[in-house]
């Protein structure tokens, strides 16, 4: 397997701060980070009894079972309570799961999230990479890397997919899981994104966990709550799994559980997420199709977009940093030069993109 690209992540707003000078505060305010594909729809949140229920508990130790919050998210998420872990943060999730298993075999199903292959190469006697088309998900199972597989061996999943966010049905994939469960091997899949295409049990690999206990599927919180600035993620897998490879105490911490109760109890998020994102996206789709520096935008189940560019991003960041607003290059996703992944903002804030990119297009015209 050749070397990954290093780790980039999107919302480098601190780093943007640092290279031009501009004071934090300044820059969490005025900058349009395009490059974080965050709900642009916040939940409702008392400030004020969140902040002074956290005060209260500073002094104290968080609940090490966080009994509250896990029942708020088996309410959401429609799973026992036992089928919960939390963590850290997704990443931390990525690296606790592989340190512990120390796979025989990783099947990198690509392109995905950069810290993938970073753990597998570190904790995994073997790492494969293999590009995942979502058409035709039963050709895996005729794939000779897939017939004879060392038992602990694990294949990754991120449904719906990043860069691309293009979305595969679960039962499409049951007998591919099948299939895994035969060799005693694992199928981790990533649902990080999800929530913004619906929480029925239709759109996730969820209801499979009580058939197949080689299931392990890990669920951002802090993408669809709007909060990337706390650490948090979960788990879902069956108990003897979670015990394996998510045994930390305190994972998360006192402000950490008070926020996303508060979120999880919001009634309204669902219905104006849902809102936002169809209408919002739709809009800066046509937008971006009517710019001749765009040459394609996959179509996308998330919040977020693949755009092909006629010319390196660097190039297209280069133009946009000093306008404030950031983009994510997929150089790390393994994809060529010319790709970005673009987060779905609000209408105005998507409006000033475009009007970015048209103003480069102008300047090249009349050069």
């Known amino acids: 397997m050749s070397k990954p690209s290093p780790s980039v992540h999107g919302g480098q707003v601190y780093a943007y701060a640092r290279q031009s000078g501009l004071p934090e505060e300044e820059a969490l305010t005025q900058v349009l980070d395009f490059s974080a594909s965050i709900n642009a729809v916040t939940p409702a949140i008392d400030w004020p009894s969140l902040l002074q229920t956290t005060q209260q508990r500073l002094a104290h130790y968080p609940d090490q079972q966080a009994v509250k919050l896990k029942q708020a998210l088996a309410a959401r998420f429609a799973i026992d309570t036992a089928c919960i872990a939390l963590t850290h943060g997704i990443t931390a999730a990525i690296h606790d799961f592989f340190c512990s298993q120390r796979p025989a075999c990783v099947v990198l199903l690509t392109p ?10 570190r904790f995994a006697g073997e790492v494969i990479e293999l590009p995942l088309h979502h058409s035709n998900v039963n050709a895996l199972l005729d794939h000779p890397a897939l017939q004879n597989l060392p038992p602990n061996s694990w294949v990754i999943l991120v449904n719906p997919s990043t860069p691309q966010g293009h979305f595969s049905r679960p039962q499409d994939w049951l007998p591919f899981l099948s299939h895994l469960k035969t060799q005693q091997a694992g199928l981790l899949v990533d649902e990080a994104f999800l929530p913004f295409i619906g929480f029925e049990a239709q759109y996730s690999f969820r209801p499979f966990l009580k058939d197949f206990n080689n299931l392990l599927i890990l669920q951002s919180l802090t993408k669809y709550y709007a909060c990337p600035g706390a650490r948090l993620g979960a ?133």
Request: glycine share 2%; charged share 20%; net charge negative.
């Open 112 to 121: 995905l999230y950069s810290e993938y292959a970073k753990a597998a190469q």
């Open 235 to 367: 788990v879902f897998a069956p108990l003897q799994l979670l015990q394996t490879c998510f045994d930390s105490a305190w994972p998360v911490s006192v402000f950490d559980q008070q926020y996303l109760l508060q979120a999880l109890a919001d009634p309204t998020l669902d219905a104006r997420t849902q809102d936002w994102l169809h209408s919002a996206k739709r809009e800066l789709i046509d937008a971006l199709h009517t710019l001749a520096v765009v040459e394609k935008i996959d179509p996308s189940h998330a919040n977020y977009l693949l755009v092909r560019f006629n010319r390196p991003v660097a190039e297209i960041q280069a133009t946009l940093l000093p306008q404030g607003m950031l983009i994510r290059d997929c150089q790390s996703f393994g994809l060529d030069a010319c790709h970005a992944r673009i987060a779905v903002k609000l209408p105005t804030e998507n409006a000033r993109l475009v009007d970015a990119l048209r103003q480069l297009e102008n300047l090249n015209a009349a050069e």
